[in-house]
């Protein structure tokens, strides 16, 4: 069983930046892929960006260039660093995490791009 907690989400006018963070406890396996979706009101929910426990990293075009994905030392943290953010940006943002057949995901937290 693994359980995820997020933190950093919030509102931020068009062309500001924020920062999401994911903490992952429990059972980690050693080989893991750890990342972030998203979903807007009435969207399916869609990749935002992923990184493996090797480093390899995985955008959606529509936020490369703009969202850096990383993860700590221990490899149980991943951040997700939001810049010039804008109003198509506002979703639900979630956290995953994939090992194996293991599947888990976080409860979310709101991200409002707004002026």
């Known amino acids: 069983q693994v359980h995820l907690v997020e933190s950093g989400g919030g509102s931020v006018q068009p062309g500001g930046s924020l920062r999401l963070s994911c903490a992952a406890s429990?059972?980690?396996?050693?080989?893991?892929?750890m990342g972030w979706y998203r979903q807007a009101p009435g969207d399916l929910r869609e990749m935002v960006a992923a990184i493996t426990t090797g480093g390899s990293t995985l955008y959606a075009d529509s936020v490369k260039g703009r969202f850096s994905v990383s993860r700590d030392v221990a490899k149980t943290t991943v951040h997700l660093q939001m810049d010039t953010l804008n109003p198509e940006d506002t979703a639900v943002y979630y956290c995953?995490?994939?090992?194996?057949?293991?599947?888990?995901w976080g409860p979310g937290t709101q991200v409002t791009v707004s002026s």
């Open positions: 995953n995490y994939k090992a194996g057949w293991d599947d888990y």
């Open positions: 429990g059972t980690i396996s050693g080989i893991n892929a």
